[in-house]
């Protein structure tokens, strides 16, 4: 078979010619029926003027044609003389569709790189894939806004970057009494922001790998659960809500995951997005894993009790006698309070910022320092 020869595209002259030669008309009269100068016909036959959108609207009425055709032939031929691309634009446009690229080079996650090969390769090292056309295969099960849609490149990065810092970790094997015995010894940590700073290495002696990670503008993340080469569970969290009340609900959410070992069986990692809402279509998973953060946070039992008590007069004085009563910080029943009664506003000052007192601590990435 021969190979194709591409077709020659010829200047828009070309045919301003013939058109002329049609109509047994000079170049002059064309100038004189257009009311140019005779120099621009001339030169726009000769394919040394490009045609205008002025000029393509003249010609469409001189000759009964319309001027879309003479801007296309000349569109064509601009383009003919271009010379081949080597494919560079392509190849970054899909990359930069595929993955969030300026984000995870600001963050130092990938080098950049002038050479797009280099670059493609470093991203597939990134996502262990063996090439930029292969879907990174961390399987996912999230619960998101849309539950339908995928998971996004934002959320993608975020889980492989945590995957990457945790696989790094060394701790002891994981032990599911050990995680128990840890959830109590982390309910007494509960009374003191400082307090926060123990969690990492008490989870990290029941075995389970704590990752901090800073969120990507739009991911939605607050945490996640997954599990390395089978039984080495992972949480990772975003603390893009720096609260006391917060930290501590949806690291025993992520906890509840490990101890049920959600996703470990389909090896599938589970994305929590606005951890905390309750509602009918939330997988059973979750009901229960918000349930156990809200019953960490504050026994339900003694949170019923005490609005029985006191409703409708929620006062400083008795939500801090509560507080101190049962062993916990007066952020997390303010939390608590605030969700029972749809009033955000509470008593917000309890809810003190405690991602300054783990990061230290923790295998931590972001907040103005990166991991290498």
């Not at 190979?3 to 109509?23: I, Y």
């Not at 889980?159 to 970790?169: D, G, P, T, Y």
């Not at 008590?309 to 004085?317: A, G, I, L, T």
Request: net charge negative; with cysteine; hydrophobic share 40%.
């Amino acid at each position: 078979m021969n190979a194709r020869v591409p077709a020659e595209v010829f200047p828009p002259g070309e045919f301003l010619r013939e058109e002329l030669e049609a109509r047994e008309w000079s170049q002059q009269e064309l100038a004189d029926i257009l009311d140019r100068p005779p120099r621009l016909i001339s030169e726009i036959v000769a394919g040394k003027r490009a045609i205008t959108p002025e000029t393509a609207k003249g010609l469409g009425d001189a000759f009964g044609t319309s001027p879309d055709y003479w801007m296309n032939l000349e569109s064509q031929y601009q383009l003919s003389k271009v010379k081949t691309s080597n494919n560079n634009v392509a190849r970054k446009a899909r990359l930069y569709d595929k993955f969030p690229v300026r984000e995870m080079m600001r963050r130092g996650w990938v080098r950049a790189s002038e050479n797009i090969d280099v670059l493609e390769q470093r991203f597939c090292d990134f996502f262990s894939i063996p090439d930029i056309s292969v879907e990174p295969d961390l399987c996912h099960s999230a619960k998101k806004t849309d539950a339908l849609s995928d998971v996004t490149p934002l959320q993608l990065a975020w889980l492989f970057r945590v995957k990457a810092l945790a696989s790094q970790q060394v701790v002891d094997a994981y032990s599911h009494t050990k995680l128990l015995a840890a959830v109590e010894k982390l309910k007494t940590l509960t009374h003191s922001p400082e307090e926060v700073r123990h969690v990492p290495r008490t989870l990290a002696e029941a075995g389970v790998r704590l990752v901090l990670v800073e969120p990507m503008a739009g991911s939605k993340i607050d945490g996640a659960c997954f599990w390395l080469e089978g039984d080495k569970p992972v949480i990772g969290m975003t603390l893009r809500y720096d609260r006391i009340d917060n930290f501590w609900f949806v690291l025993r959410h992520e906890i509840e995951h490990v101890l049920r070992e959600d996703g470990k069986a389909s090896n599938q990692a589970v994305i929590d997005t606005d951890v905390g809402e309750d509602n009918a279509e939330l997988p059973e998973c979750e009901r229960l894993a918000n349930a156990a953060g809200a019953e960490f946070c504050v026994p339900s039992k003694e949170l019923d009790s005490f609005i029985a008590r006191v409703h409708p007069y929620f006062s400083e004085e008795k939500v801090l006698r509560f507080a101190q009563r049962i062993g916990a910080h007066p952020g997390l029943v303010v939390g608590q309070l605030q969700r029972r009664l749809g009033r955000h506003d509470f008593l917000r000052k309890y809810q003190v910022k405690v991602r300054a007192l783990v990061l230290p601590s923790a295998d931590a990435d972001g907040w103005g320092s990166f991991s290498e």
